[in-house]
């Protein structure tokens, strides 16, 4: 079994300020994370991966995320948002050879100018 | 094409009747996804489809709900007998059968039932 916790549904900060947004994940297994991101009416779009190569793992647009097997979080971060960062961000998991796609509830990410 | 096409972008029925939802995936993906998006909500699970192997249909909210996957290719949602609650987005999604890769998704159907 897996599963997605993402501990903020909304966050919100101020322009030229960092971002964390936060994603923990249950796995029986060496799991797949994913980020992805939607902007308002738009389709989803894959900001960065894990899978099992470098723990760091850095995306578009500045972020990036650490993947810590000891507290089993994802979390994504960006030194510096910028308004155009502002949507819905979804953290992805996906473990075994059944290959279903968890996903968590979302965070709504503000950004203030 | 280059992505997953979905069809139509948007549809308004009335309660009662039945809709059907397309899905082109990307080709080559093994895997196929449907997920359903309402208001302010996140995404829900209905149903994945992986190569020749059954489905999982345990995403769907009722017997309503059917999907099916002709040729390991383009896929069809068929909602019947619609409801006012069956108003949402429906996300389709595929995926390549590496493991690790990412799921690719439609832009989505927008389904207003009035």
């Known amino acids: 079994a897996q599963s997605v916790t993402q501990l903020d549904s909304h966050v919100s900060v101020s322009e030229g300020t960092p971002v964390l947004l936060r994603c923990n994940y249950s796995?029986?297994?060496?799991?797949?994370l994913f980020w992805y991101v939607q902007h308002p009416n738009k389709g989803l779009q894959l900001l960065l991966k894990?899978?099992?190569?470098?723990?760091l793992v850095k995306g578009i647009n500045g972020f990036e995320a650490e993947f810590k097997k000891s507290e089993t979080s994802f979390h994504l971060t960006k030194p510096s948002a910028h308004m155009s960062d502002a949507a819905e961000y979804f953290c992805?998991?996906?473990?075994?050879?059944?290959?279903?796609?968890?996903f968590g509830s979302g965070t709504q990410l503000t950004v203030l100018p | 094409g280059a992505g997953v096409s979905q069809s139509p972008s948007n549809k308004v029925t009335e309660k009662g009747k039945d809709v059907e939802l397309r899905c082109d995936p990307i080709?080559?993906?093994?895997?196929l996804y449907w997920y359903r998006q309402s208001l302010g909500q996140g995404l829900e699970f209905l149903i994945y489809?992986?190569?020749?192997?059954?489905?999982?249909k345990s995403g769907l909210p009722s017997d309503r709900f059917s999907a099916e996957r002709t040729g390991g290719s383009v896929s069809t949602l068929t909602i019947q007998r619609t409801q006012q609650e069956d108003s949402a987005v429906y996300l389709c999604?595929?995926?390549?059968?590496?493991?690790?890769?990412?799921?690719?998704f439609g832009q989505g159907t927008r389904l207003t039932v009035v």
């Open positions: 999604a595929s995926r390549p059968f590496q493991g690790g890769t990412e799921a690719f």
């Open positions: 796995s029986s297994y060496s799991p797949s």
């Open positions: 894990y899978t099992s190569a470098a723990t």
């Open positions: 992805v998991v996906s473990t075994g050879s059944a290959r279903q796609l968890t």
């Open positions: 080709s080559g993906h093994t895997a």
């Open positions: 489809f992986q190569g020749n192997s059954a489905p999982d």
